[in-house]
């Protein structure tokens, strides 16, 4: 069982930046393949970044260049380090945890990430 707690959301002007965290509990987080979601009003959830147990990265298109994500096994936390914001990255954003080849897979409550034009 992991437990994961989303936290670093808020309001903020176009090109501004926010960090957010994902901090997990309850189980060996390392293990885990880490990945931020995003689910604007109206839209299905949509992968915004993902980070491997091994710490292989990847990104959707519309974030890559300007989102980061990485994490501290050591801390038991995964970061999303989001640059240049555009209104369009409006949504709450998701920690989701799965642990590969198997049904295990949690997800945390979501915090709001809003970006003024």
């Known amino acids: 069982q992991v437990q994961l707690v989303e936290s670093g959301g808020g309001l903020v002007q176009a090109g501004g930046s926010l960090r957010l965290s994902c901090a997990a509990s309850?189980?060996?987080?390392?293990?885990?393949?880490i990945g931020w979601y995003r689910q604007a009003l109206g839209k299905q959830r949509e992968l915004v970044a993902a980070i491997s147990r091994g710490g292989r990265t990847s990104y959707a298109d519309s974030v890559k260049g300007r989102f980061t994500i990485s994490r501290d096994n050591a801390k038991n936390t995964v970061y999303l380090q989001m640059n240049s914001l555009k209104p369009e990255d409006t949504g709450v954003y998701y920690c989701?945890?799965?642990?590969?080849?198997?049904?295990?897979?949690?997800w945390g409550q979501g915090t709001q990430v809003t970006v003024s034009s």
């Open positions: 989701n945890a799965k642990l590969d080849l198997t049904s295990y897979e949690y």
């Open positions: 309850g189980s060996i987080f390392s293990i885990y393949d």
